[in-house]
């Protein structure tokens, strides 16, 4: 099995104070030992970002250069993902920033790229609304069918924390209803923490369907993006299954929250123990 992380374990473009760009954090999980990496767009979408600009492909190309220069592969993206309630010029920017995201995912050579499921919050439901949530969702996702297969590149839909999506069979369900080969799973093993799933079942379950993993720990209270062993993750026989599908999918750590709050001299370091965590948690399976 192969070990990838998230590019935002190193950058946020958010946090001026710990700001590293994405070619920083290209070179620097290359440098810690990683061979694959989850490029973080949804860090890049902002207003004020280059990737928002109309000059966006020549920051593309220096990301791509880096991508070249390490030989990092990108085995997968995440898409930018907001809050639906905005007002209407803003949802419209956003939803062109998703689709922006879903083609550079595809210059840099992914195959899949990760979206959120619409939470409760941005329905304006309540948890019991199931029937309707599913609807929503299935009306908002059907158009990114279309959008991933012009551009080649599949979209995994990530388990959720909040009022829907929490299960494998929810999410199964909801790629029943869109009946579309264009979309898959992606299982975030610290959202499934928080909402009590069996999670080697869960796994077995989507089978197949499972085309992207976000690894990472927390206390079963909030989403805190450690690395494995710093939480409550029992992540063992979550490996086990993983090992046991047809097709696993990449080890992908999504730990951000390893990171953020130290110092940017310590980063190098964290990033290197983050590589022998990984090593450590397939030795032990």
């Given at each position: 099995m192969l070990l990838s992380t998230s590019s935002d374990i190193h950058q946020d473009a958010r946090k001026a104070k710990h700001f590293f760009s994405l070619r920083d954090a290209i070179y620097a999980c290359k440098a810690a030992g990683f061979t694959h990496i989850d490029l973080t767009l949804a860090e890049h979408c902002g207003h004020e970002s280059p990737f928002a600009g109309t000059e966006w492909l020549k920051w593309l190309d220096d990301v791509q250069d880096a991508l070249a220069d390490t030989g990092l592969i990108?085995?997968?993206?995440?898409?930018?993902?907001?809050?639906?309630?905005?007002?209407?010029?803003?949802?419209?920017?956003?939803?062109?920033?998703?689709?922006r995201c879903i083609q550079a995912s595809a210059l840099v050579g992914a195959k899949w790229t990760v979206m959120h499921i619409l939470r409760t919050i941005d329905l304006n439901l309540n948890a019991e609304q199931k029937e309707e949530a599913m609807s929503r969702n299935v009306d908002y996702f059907r158009p990114y069918g279309d959008i991933a297969r012009k551009y080649g590149v599949g979209i995994?839909?990530?388990?959720?924390?909040?009022?829907?999506?929490?299960?494998?069979?929810e999410l199964m369900e909801l790629l029943a209803r869109l009946g579309d080969e264009a979309f898959g799973l992606c299982w975030d093993t610290g959202h499934a923490n928080i909402t009590g799933q069996d999670q080697p079942a869960s796994i077995l379950k989507m089978g197949?369907?499972?085309?992207?993993?976000?690894?990472?720990?927390?206390?079963?209270?909030?989403?805190?993006?450690?690395l494995?062993?710093?939480?409550?993750?029992?992540?063992?026989p979550i490996i086990a299954a993983i090992r046991a599908l047809q097709a696993s999918p990449i080890l992908?750590?999504?730990?951000?929250?390893?990171?953020?709050?130290?110092?940017?001299?310590?980063?190098?370091d964290i990033l290197r123990a983050a590589v022998r965590i990984g090593e450590c948690l397939l030795e032990t399976t």
């Open positions: 990108v085995n997968q993206t995440h898409t930018l993902f907001y809050k639906h309630i905005d007002d209407a010029e803003e949802l419209a920017f956003k939803e062109r920033m998703v689709e995994a839909i990530e388990n959720g924390l909040s009022g829907f999506y929490h299960s494998a069979e197949d369907r499972l085309k992207c993993l976000h690894i990472n720990d927390n206390h079963a209270q909030r989403d805190e993006h450690l494995p062993y710093m939480g409550t993750v029992d992540f063992a992908t750590f999504e730990a951000r929250g390893a990171t953020r709050i130290l110092p940017a001299a310590v980063r190098p």
